[in-house]
């Protein structure tokens, strides 16, 4: 079914198939993850919060594995409401974090983050943001194994869903750092851009991002 998805979201930007690990592929599967995220049973509280967001970050293969060591990690995307209500092109993210404990296990994740004050966007923002490691945002997790409330979502800056595969049985953002990635957004733009200058000054533009941003507005329109 992914497969078809993919196609189909391709066949909407005149752009050549994306490299595996390549910025283009990474934009690809997060519209992928979008659509099996809004489509899985978080869909209708997802859609509730996206119309209602700043922003929203896509992570769509967050890999967590470790014996005795663990570690998480995978690539995402930034996408931020427009001043006419469409969705920006999105900016170039790695999401990493370690651990140390008695664990074994191995669990692939896709995960959506919805922005939903000025500042959990600008904290974003920053070059580097560790969840849980700013007093002044606060993050609501839901999902798979993620403790938290839907009362509790109501007032938080950052509210994160997951759908999670594997033996961990759910995903922690807790001390996860968030950091653009400098590289790969000046590979997919063609120019040297930070987050802030391609999600809000709209400096940014590749048609290869074309159905993500279709895809959000579908289901996070005004």
């Known amino acids: 079914m992914k497969n078809l998805l993919l196609a189909a979201a391709l066949a909407l930007a005149p752009v050549a198939p994306a490299l595996a690990d390549s910025p283009q592929h990474l ?21 509730t919060y996206l119309h209602k967001a700043k922003a929203v970050v896509i992570c769509p293969d967050i890999f967590r594995g470790g014996f005795v060591f663990g570690g998480e ?91 999670s595969q594997g033996l961990y049985g759910g995903v922690s953002l807790g001390g996860s750092v968030l950091s653009n990635d400098s590289g790969s957004n000046q590979s997919y733009y063609g120019t040297q851009l930070d987050a802030r200058q391609i999600v809000v000054d709209g400096q940014g533009q590749n048609p290869g991002a074309n159905p993500l941003r279709t895809l959000l507005g579908r289901y996070g329109g005004q």
């Open 27 to 47: 934009v690809d599967s997060s519209t992928l993850a979008l659509e099996d995220l809004v489509g899985g049973s978080s869909g209708n509280q997802i859609q």
């Open 73 to 163: 990690g995978g690539g995402c995307v930034m996408a931020a409401r427009t001043a006419d209500g469409s969705w920006s092109y999105p900016a170039l993210y790695n999401l990493g974090s370690g651990s140390f404990g008695l664990q074994i296990g191995v669990q692939n994740s896709e995960v959506i983050m919805l922005i939903m004050t000025n500042d959990g966007l600008n904290a974003l923002l920053n070059s580097q943001f560790k969840f849980g490691g700013d007093a002044g945002v606060s993050v609501a997790t839901f999902g798979t194994g993620v403790n938290g409330s839907m009362s509790t979502g109501l007032n938080a800056d950052i509210i994160s869903f997951s759908k």
